[in-house]
């Protein structure tokens, strides 16, 4: 054969090959899928309302830790309907212990919307439901494909791993966003817009999250493994190639732990920024320049506490955007003591009915020596 016919031979398998990875990808998804609270069984419709749950939860959250919570919603609250007439504090406290709160209140603020704008039924679309809050391109692209079947690919990290072993993307995330974007776009398959797109993302999520993981992937169980450059060239793991991070620098504080008999003292954090609307014990302001002596001085003005008792080592917390080191302070006051302005008391017994953070909840367990 000559040369250019060899080559032309090679460039029309090699595309016979892409446009086989869809049906293959779906297929593998038929045989493989995992089976998740929040997802139909085969052939049967995805509820709106279960998809967005389970996306706004799963934003920053494993599929482990999200599974109870997801259940417990849909248990207190079986529809968007039900959950846009709950309170905020209700949502809240059902949040505590997820993570990232900021979800719980743009979540509680979707559902109000989407009952009051909406008539309680979710826009079917990636554009109406950007116009929600707490609904990015991401969470629209997804519930528009999983609950709609519009076609469209939701991007996750899952997906990203994937497709930049795939094609062997050398540029960095995230400068690479849109060019993964582009590729995991042709893993859809040909179709309109009732296409099983949402069955195309899931699968390459659940690729990702069981095969193709970002250690020692299982390359030969790989329904792509035939064409993934990576996988042919053996440097699987490099990739997703990633900018060097920047993480923010150290913040340390005070926390205060006082108890009155069997009660502790706690604040509610304002609305807005870091754990807006989480309950709290008093704590220093959190910088970098912060020392014992001036975190300290910020201690509640309590009558009584002549003096308060540091305890051995330090709650450690590392949120987004900084890690944090608080000194814990612990004091007990007489009965009767009277709260500081904005603080309340609350017994110990039913503290899992606040909302309590975990960096708050580490420190009441070092402060209590729980
Ligand atoms: S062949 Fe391996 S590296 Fe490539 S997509 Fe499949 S699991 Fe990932």
Redesign the pocket.
Known sequence: MAPSSAANKKSQIVAEDAAARPARLLDWYDRHRRRLPWRPLPGERADPYAVWLSEIMLQQTGVKTVGPYFEKFVTRWPDVEALGRASLDEVLRMWAGLGYYSRARNLHACAVAVRRDHGGVFPDTEQGLRALPGIGPYTAAAISAIAFGRRTMPVDGNIER?VS??FAVEAPLPQAKPLIQALAATLLGAGDENSRAGDSAQALMDLGSS??TPKK???AL?P??GD?L??ARGD?EAFPRKAAKKTGALRRGAAFVVTRGAELLVRTRGEKGLLGGMTEVPTSDWSAAQDDRSALKQAPALRGVARWHRKAGLVTHVFTHFPLELVVYSAKVAARTRAPAGMRWVPVATLADEALPNVMRKVIAHGLGL
């Open positions: 994937v072993r795939l095969i193709c992937p299982a390359c790989c792509l493994t993934c990576a996988r699987q």
